[in-house]
């Protein structure tokens, strides 16, 4: 059985979005509302955190494997999401491109024709009213979405996602890179810059 004090954890984790507007936690601020409002020792913090993340009530990525892990678990391993409905509804922005404002319209005609996100589009997505992502949130939000290969720095530089502006590549809108697929997944995984690429409008 769930212990009363994850129970209320939960409760404060849905209040502290209410409250303070926001999708994700330190996990120092997480450990201290842990301790300090539901009684759970010090110790048994990792095991609550690990323990919501396998329910699906909060997202966390502790540790990333592979060649680009370590850049992805820097930006990750002390941000938890606990909102991750949000997290949901930011990747469908991304992923689905749907057509936006006349203001980034040449922006939306260039992603959907190249594969290429510019950062005004980007931006664009990160301040729209239901998903709003604060300055705070970017980075860490930003790589989730990266890890996910929704998005992709077109320079491959993930320790700087959320800290300047950069052009993305839409991994869902490439169709065919060479002949061979796995080349697409060695890239990835290498976080190496793509071959030329063959491209069609969605």
Not at 44 to 68: D, N, Q
Not at 97 to 113: D, N
Not at 169 to 189: A, H, M, N, R
Request: proline share 6%; charged share 25%.
């Amino acid at each position: 059985a769930q212990p009363v004090s994850y129970l209320v954890l939960e409760k404060i984790l849905t209040l502290y979005i209410q409250e303070m507007g926001g999708h994700i936690c330190d996990k120092k601020v997480f450990d201290q509302l842990a301790t300090e409002l539901c009684g759970i020792e010090r110790h048994g913090t990792a095991t609550a955190l690990k323990y919501f993340s396998t329910l699906g009530i909060v997202l966390h990525y502790p540790e990333v494997k592979g060649s680009r892990g370590s850049s992805f678990t820097a930006g990750l391993k002390d941000k938890i999401f606990i909102d991750p409905q949000w997290i949901s509804k930011l990747a469908s922005k991304f992923g689905t491109c749907k057509e936006p404002e006349p203001m980034v319209i040449k922006e939306w005609r260039e992603v959907q024709t190249t594969g290429i996100m510019a950062w005004k589009l980007v931006d664009y997505f990160l301040n729209e009213d239901d998903i709003r992502v604060s300055e705070e949130e970017r980075k860490p939000a930003l790589t989730v979405l990266c890890l996910l290969d929704i998005l992709c720095p077109k320079d491959g530089d993930i320790a700087s996602l959320g800290e300047r502006e950069m052009d993305f590549y839409v991994p869902g809108l490439l169709l065919k890179i060479f002949e061979d697929p796995c080349k697409w997944q060695s890239w990835t995984e290498d976080g190496g810059l793509p071959p030329p690429l063959v491209l069609a409008p969605v």
